[in-house]
């Protein structure tokens, strides 16, 4: 309340009370109506620094953070799904296909090797949520780490499981002469009768028994490296390089279908049955040498032979007769 004034009138001789000015009493109301603007205003701003009251954009930046952490945690999922998987397929890789191909395992400590030197997360560092952020994107580059290496490997797989086949198509698998064709499996590998000097000696291939001109076939892929009759006891003969070691030698022949030089296939006709050079009778001498050593071709019959012909070759190679050399 303001005070209230009072002035001497000499005319009625009596106090009489001074009516303050419109203009004052206008400028108090305006500055009490200031001051309580200012008062809210200034409330109103520490009510919204104090989080006590959220504005509407407010309210939404929440909802949009809220829903950027569903989604993180949704992605989340989704890497350890990626992440259980690639371990599924390094550990076949590891335990089926480098071990049947004879390569090395690649060590854990190698397909989920860190990064080290500087700190590539720094720009993601000093937030809220730097935590979250860092630790899902070191996954993230260890999973593209671990995806190169298991590419690079599978790559090494193929180049090797390529080798191999080659190398299956090459080993001399398959009997010489087709099992109608044949009169009798007459000798094997070991110890046996000399037909001409009927002393024992080792007979180094397997004599196969069958009709002069009977079909010879290449028993692996390879490149004929001899086709003549200048050895001494093959008469005319043929040696195919298969690689890797190995060679097979066809012997006594009368007619060749191939020259020197020839690159032939398995099961290629190569030359046909004869008895030329040291030979008694008919026959085709077989051997496989590997690495310069004569080895049993019977070894190498593998699926060219139901198992009923092969128990008969076995029991017919194993007899301790006379060879035809
Ligand atoms: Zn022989």
Known sequence: MSKVKYYYDPDTLSYRKIEPKKSKRYRNVFLFLLGSALFGFITLILLLNTNLVNTPRELSLQREVQNYELQFEILDKKMEQMEQVLANIEDRDNNIYRLYFEANPIPEEQRRAGFGGVNRYKSLEGFNNSEIIIDATKRLDIIQKQMVIQSKSLDEIAKLAGEKEKLLAAIPAIQPVRNKDLKRMASGFGWRTDPFTKARKKHWGM????????????????KVIR??????????HIRIDHGYGYVSLYAHLSKYNVTKG?????????GFVGNTGRSEAPHLHYEVRKDKERINPINFYYGSLSPQEFENMLKYATQENQSLD
């Open 207 to 222: 004599d196969f028994t069958a009709p002069r001109g009977t079909p010879i076939f290449a028993s692996g892929d390879g």
């Open 227 to 236: 086709a003549d009759n200048n050895s001494s006891g093959f008469g005319k």
């Open 262 to 270: 020839q690159k032939v296939k398995r099961g290629d006709l190569i």
